[in-house]
Protein backbone atom coordinates (compact mmCIF):
# COMPACT_ATOMS: atom_id res chain seq x y z
CA UNK A 1 0.00 0.00 0.00
CA UNK A 2 1.14 3.96 -0.33
CA UNK A 3 3.03 5.55 2.48
CA UNK A 4 1.18 8.65 2.34
CA UNK A 5 3.61 10.05 4.91
CA UNK A 6 5.88 10.62 2.34
CA UNK A 7 4.11 12.51 0.08
CA UNK A 8 5.44 16.32 0.22
CA UNK A 9 1.48 17.69 0.98
CA UNK A 10 2.71 21.11 1.57
CA UNK A 11 3.76 21.53 -2.15
CA UNK A 12 0.67 19.76 -3.42
CA UNK A 13 -1.19 22.12 -1.83
CA UNK A 14 0.60 25.07 -2.51
CA UNK A 15 0.50 24.28 -6.25
CA UNK A 16 -3.39 24.16 -5.83
CA UNK A 17 -3.48 27.15 -3.83
CA UNK A 18 -1.10 28.74 -6.81
CA UNK A 19 -3.00 27.56 -9.57
CA UNK A 20 -6.50 28.87 -7.97
CA UNK A 21 -6.32 31.70 -10.88
CA UNK A 22 -7.10 28.51 -13.61
CA UNK A 23 -10.60 28.02 -12.16
CA UNK A 24 -12.33 29.14 -15.23
CA UNK A 25 -14.11 26.94 -17.57
CA UNK A 26 -11.09 27.49 -20.48
CA UNK A 27 -8.23 26.31 -17.84
CA UNK A 28 -10.03 23.85 -15.28
CA UNK A 29 -8.91 20.56 -17.06
CA UNK A 30 -5.36 22.24 -17.33
CA UNK A 31 -5.60 23.34 -13.36
CA UNK A 32 -6.48 19.59 -12.82
CA UNK A 33 -3.49 18.29 -14.74
CA UNK A 34 -1.06 20.68 -12.79
CA UNK A 35 -2.55 19.71 -9.61
CA UNK A 36 -2.37 15.74 -10.13
CA UNK A 37 1.19 15.95 -11.92
CA UNK A 38 2.24 17.62 -8.62
CA UNK A 39 0.83 14.73 -6.48
CA UNK A 40 3.12 12.29 -8.40
CA UNK A 41 5.91 14.31 -8.58
CA UNK A 42 5.68 14.72 -4.95
CA UNK A 43 4.74 11.32 -3.80
CA UNK A 44 8.43 10.03 -3.57
CA UNK A 45 7.84 8.28 -6.47
CA UNK A 46 5.12 6.00 -5.42
CA UNK A 47 3.11 7.09 -8.14
CA UNK A 48 3.16 7.23 -11.90
CA UNK A 49 0.88 9.99 -13.63
CA UNK A 50 -0.92 8.54 -16.37
CA UNK A 51 -4.18 11.15 -16.60
CA UNK A 52 -3.11 12.26 -20.01
CA UNK A 53 -4.20 8.88 -21.68
CA UNK A 54 -7.78 9.48 -21.31
CA UNK A 55 -9.18 5.59 -22.34
CA UNK A 56 -7.33 4.52 -19.31
CA UNK A 57 -10.08 6.19 -16.78
CA UNK A 58 -7.82 6.81 -13.95
CA UNK A 59 -4.92 8.82 -13.05
CA UNK A 60 -2.07 6.97 -11.33
CA UNK A 61 -0.70 4.04 -11.31
CA UNK A 62 1.66 2.27 -8.20
CA UNK A 63 5.25 0.08 -9.24
CA UNK A 64 2.49 -2.97 -8.43
CA UNK A 65 -0.46 -1.86 -10.50
CA UNK A 66 -2.53 -0.25 -8.26
CA UNK A 67 -5.22 2.29 -10.71
CA UNK A 68 -5.60 5.75 -8.65
CA UNK A 69 -8.16 8.12 -9.43
CA UNK A 70 -7.81 11.50 -8.17
CA UNK A 71 -11.17 13.82 -7.34
CA UNK A 72 -9.97 17.20 -6.41
CA UNK A 73 -12.94 19.80 -5.15
CA UNK A 74 -12.61 22.84 -2.39
CA UNK A 75 -15.21 22.12 0.20
CA UNK A 76 -15.58 18.47 -0.26
CA UNK A 77 -15.39 17.23 3.16
CA UNK A 78 -17.96 19.44 5.36
CA UNK A 79 -17.88 18.27 9.23
CA UNK A 80 -21.73 18.72 9.09
CA UNK A 81 -22.28 15.54 7.44
CA UNK A 82 -20.86 12.35 7.71
CA UNK A 83 -19.90 12.56 4.02
CA UNK A 84 -17.93 14.15 1.01
CA UNK A 85 -20.00 16.14 -0.83
CA UNK A 86 -20.94 15.44 -4.29
CA UNK A 87 -18.47 13.40 -6.66
CA UNK A 88 -18.66 13.12 -10.43
CA UNK A 89 -17.71 10.01 -11.04
CA UNK A 90 -18.68 10.18 -15.03
CA UNK A 91 -19.92 13.23 -17.55
CA UNK A 92 -21.65 11.27 -20.81
CA UNK A 93 -23.52 14.65 -22.06
CA UNK A 94 -26.78 12.27 -23.92
CA UNK A 95 -25.07 8.90 -24.16
CA UNK A 96 -26.37 7.46 -20.60
CA UNK A 97 -25.25 4.25 -19.15
CA UNK A 98 -26.82 2.72 -16.40
CA UNK A 99 -23.21 0.94 -15.20
CA UNK A 100 -19.55 2.52 -14.63
CA UNK A 101 -16.99 0.06 -15.93
CA UNK A 102 -14.51 -0.71 -12.91
CA UNK A 103 -11.34 1.23 -13.81
CA UNK A 104 -9.86 1.94 -11.37
CA UNK A 105 -8.80 0.14 -7.78
CA UNK A 106 -9.18 3.31 -5.04
CA UNK A 107 -10.04 7.23 -5.27
CA UNK A 108 -7.59 9.93 -3.54
CA UNK A 109 -10.15 12.31 -2.25
CA UNK A 110 -8.61 15.87 -2.48
CA UNK A 111 -10.37 18.93 -0.98
CA UNK A 112 -8.40 22.09 -1.69
CA UNK A 113 -10.53 24.29 0.72
CA UNK A 114 -9.69 22.13 3.53
CA UNK A 115 -5.98 21.02 2.85
CA UNK A 116 -7.16 17.78 3.74
CA UNK A 117 -7.22 14.02 1.77
CA UNK A 118 -8.39 10.73 2.11
CA UNK A 119 -9.11 7.65 0.15
CA UNK A 120 -11.55 5.53 -0.88
CA UNK A 121 -11.60 1.83 -2.26
CA UNK A 122 -13.87 1.36 -5.50
CA UNK A 123 -16.36 -0.48 -3.34
CA UNK A 124 -16.93 2.46 -1.05
CA UNK A 125 -16.93 5.15 -4.16
CA UNK A 126 -19.40 3.34 -6.13
CA UNK A 127 -22.13 2.09 -2.76
CA UNK A 128 -24.26 5.43 -2.99
CA UNK A 129 -23.66 5.99 -6.89
CA UNK A 130 -26.38 7.99 -8.45
CA UNK A 131 -27.33 7.95 -12.48
CA UNK A 132 -28.30 11.60 -13.56
CA UNK A 133 -29.57 12.59 -16.74
CA UNK A 134 -26.28 14.28 -17.50
CA UNK A 135 -23.94 12.10 -15.05
CA UNK A 136 -23.10 9.81 -12.44
CA UNK A 137 -22.35 11.09 -9.13
CA UNK A 138 -21.35 9.39 -5.51
CA UNK A 139 -21.05 10.70 -1.68
CA UNK A 140 -18.72 8.76 -0.18
CA UNK A 141 -19.46 8.24 3.93
CA UNK A 142 -16.40 9.15 6.32
CA UNK A 143 -16.41 5.69 7.78
CA UNK A 144 -15.66 3.91 4.14
CA UNK A 145 -12.27 6.52 4.21
CA UNK A 146 -9.16 6.28 5.49
CA UNK A 147 -7.62 9.28 6.06
CA UNK A 148 -4.37 10.86 4.85
CA UNK A 149 -3.89 14.52 6.05
CA UNK A 150 -5.62 17.31 7.15
CA UNK A 151 -4.99 21.35 7.37
CA UNK A 152 -2.10 20.82 5.37
CA UNK A 153 -0.16 24.57 5.53
CA UNK A 154 0.47 25.05 1.81
CA UNK A 155 3.75 26.05 0.40
CA UNK A 156 3.73 29.96 -0.83
CA UNK A 157 4.33 29.56 -5.17
CA UNK A 158 3.83 31.81 -7.84
CA UNK A 159 0.58 32.29 -9.55
CA UNK A 160 0.28 30.00 -12.13
CA UNK A 161 -2.60 31.92 -14.12
CA UNK A 162 -0.15 34.40 -14.64
CA UNK A 163 2.99 32.77 -15.94
CA UNK A 164 0.44 30.74 -18.32
CA UNK A 165 -0.82 33.97 -19.35
CA UNK A 166 2.35 35.23 -20.43
CA UNK A 167 3.59 31.98 -21.96
CA UNK A 168 0.07 32.54 -24.32
CA UNK A 169 0.99 35.69 -24.86
CA UNK A 170 4.79 34.89 -26.22
CA UNK A 171 3.68 32.31 -28.45
CA UNK A 172 0.15 33.16 -30.20
Known amino acids: MIN ?18 MKRAQARGLRTEVIELSIAKHSDGQLTYVGMNDTLGHDFVTKDGQRWECKCKEGMFNKKVPNTSDIILKNYAGNRIEKLE ?71
Open 102 to 172: QKFDYMLLVDTKTMSVAYAPYDAVVKTMKVNDANIVTRIHYNDMEWVCQNILPKKKDDFSKALQKLIEEIV
Open 4 to 21: FESFNWSEIFGTAVASEG
